[in-house]
């Protein structure tokens, strides 16, 4: 039974995002799926979940075990000939019907294959926000296409994304030349360059910036950057450790008692 406290809680919430949740099965990995689920819901609700492969495939059998716990709905198609992926095709058709029902806020498209960049800018030509999940080896042309892309190694179980590994090899910003093996043996270097000129770009007129405000201009200009891939959990407490990069100030906001932020350059 539903009581009146639990409908006048439900009425009071914020509204939640609406995203369709599409996985090809061909270039995804099952053991993420569980970490995967926990960071969509951080921008919204998984109102679709769909899955895209020949799941009659040995490859797949990983996946097989996962779909009914985590209420995933398979969609097989068998390879038409050998040496062409129908699976992508079948997924971007069912994108396209997905788009033009306009019943959603954005898509999560998870996948390492570039084939599905001219399907994230035309969903971000409709006005709709597109997540990006993938493996290191992703080429920058469907990172970028993303407003948001997050590298699925963080998300894999064992992981504690408060303790990342400072000397996990992940090489977010490869270029196209780069073979994924080539990728995979690159150390993770601090862009500390990069962060600092958007720091400055994010600054108001006292030369501070509301951390807020930097986090979203990193993304923008990057949509790939996750404090994670440094090894802190949130952006904040990259900013607090960051020492002799940064100088943090913690705010009260307009009497509320929350605290807030801000941050500037280390002279």
């Known amino acids: 039974m ?10 009071s919430e914020e509204p939640t995002h ?15 799926i569980e970490g995967l689920l926990a960071e969509i819901a951080r921008y919204g609700e998984a109102t679709v979940k769909r899955i895209y492969g020949d799941f009659t495939a040995p490859e797949s059998s990983s996946w097989k075990r996962v779909l009914q716990k985590y209420a995933i709905k398979p969609v097989q198609q068998f390879a038409y000939t050998t ?3 129908a699976t992508d ?28 960049t001219g399907l994230a800018v035309r969903l971000r030509e409709e006005g709709l926000t597109v997540l990006g999940f993938g493996e290191q080896k992703t080429p920058l042309a469907f990172r970028n296409a993303c407003h948001k ?17 400072k000397k996990q090899h992940v090489a977010p910003r490869e270029t196209e030349e780069q073979s994924a093996a080539e990728v995979a043996t690159q150390p993770v270097k601090f862009p500390k360059k990069f962060i600092l000129k958007a720091l400055e770009e994010s600054t108001d007129d006292t030369g501070w910036a509301n951390l ?13 950057f996750d404090s994670r891939l440094y090894g802190y959990k949130k952006l904040s407490d990259l900013v607090k450790d960051k020492k002799d990069i940064f100088e943090v100030e913690a705010r009260e906001s307009g009497g509320s008692g929350q605290k807030i932020l801000y941050i500037k350059a280390r002279k």
């Open 89 to 116: 095709s079948t997924m971007i058709i069912d994108a396209m019907d997905l788009l033009y029902s306009r019943k959603f806020d954005g898509f999560c498209l998870v996948t390492s294959d570039s084939d599905f």
């Open 18 to 32: 609406q995203l369709a949740v599409l996985i090809d099965a061909d270039n995804a990995q099952a053991a993420v």
């Open 2 to 11: 539903v009581t009146p406290r639990l409908v006048a809680k439900i009425e």
């Open 149 to 165: 892309f997050i590298f699925t190694e963080v998300l894999r179980p064992g992981v504690d994304n408060g303790k990342v590994e």
């Open 212 to 224: 807020g405000t930097f986090g979203s201009y990193l993304t923008k200009l990057q949509p790939d």
């Open 83 to 85: 040496g062409k992926n």
